[in-house]
């Protein structure tokens, strides 16, 4: 399965129904932003996936770390349903899913988030679509109101030129590299630990032997401050 195979997935004809079922799913989003504690029931650090495709990634994490909450946001609903049959009635307590459209990020998370994962996201390669890609300025910007501090996004992708677009972004906009790897599977600098766990399009890649790109961002909360008193 490759970039833009989602969108082209056979359409699941009970899918509205299979997200309403769901108890994964939250869907009074907006009213939840600035408490998204109260929607665990404790005051875990809570950790983002945007764009979660079949929900492999954030589920295995939410099983192995019980001690941290998980939330998954998906932008189709057919891949939505499919990510909701696929975690099946594992009850994962520290995990939900959110329908919307990462560009109101902004609206659904107000200084809640430890750390964003960004996960073989759309490349979007024509210069008229920069704006779409998820590492672009607009929304960086986005970003600095979810931070609960330091901002801290965590980035996997095949894809160089988006790879590189991003590390260039990221680090114009103040944001420094606590790992990088050009080859994160077959390199020994690289914890174990951080290879896993693996996303549904990281393990096509990975049983293609195609390299993958990732990068440990991290801005300081004192950085964004200053911004803003600078303006
Ligand atoms: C290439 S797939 C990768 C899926 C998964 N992260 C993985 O690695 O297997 C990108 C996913 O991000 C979702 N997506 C893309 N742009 C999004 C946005 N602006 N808001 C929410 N989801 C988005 C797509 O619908 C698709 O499911």
């Not at 096509?204 to 990068?215: A, D, G, L, P, W």
Request: hydrophobic share 35%; aromatic share 14%.
């Amino acid at each position: 399965m490759f970039i833009g195979d989602f969108m082209r997935l056979r359409n699941l004809k009970n899918k509205e129904e299979i997200i309403e079922k769901s108890d994964y799913i939250v869907n009074d989003i907006y009213s939840n932003c600035g408490n998204w504690s109260s929607v665990f029931n404790n005051n875990n650090p809570i950790c983002l996936e945007i764009g979660m495709g079949f929900g492999k990634f954030i589920s295995s994490l939410a099983i192995s770390n019980n001690n941290i909450n998980y939330i998954g946001l998906e932008k189709l609903d057919n891949v939505m349903a499919r990510a909701i049959k696929k975690i099946g009635d594992k009850k994962i307590s520290n995990l939900k899913l959110i329908r919307d459209n990462a560009l109101n990020i902004d609206k659904i998370f107000d200084g809640e988030i430890d750390v964003l994962y960004l996960n073989f996201s759309d490349p979007w390669p024509k210069k008229r679509q920069e704006n779409r890609r998820l590492t672009s300025f607009d929304f960086l910007e986005k970003y600095d109101k979810i931070f609960y501090e330091d901002a801290k996004i965590i980035m996997k992708t095949d894809n160089y030129n988006l790879f590189v677009y991003s590390l260039k972004s990221l680090s114009k906009y103040g944001y420094y590299f606590e790992e990088l790897s050009f080859d994160l599977h077959n390199d020994e600098d690289i914890d174990e630990v951080l290879k896993n766990p693996t996303t549904e399009y990281e393990d096509k890649f990975i049983e293609k032997n195609r390299q993958i790109y990732y990068v440990v961002a991290i801005k300081k909360k004192k950085i964004i401050q200053n911004q803003y008193n600078l303006l």
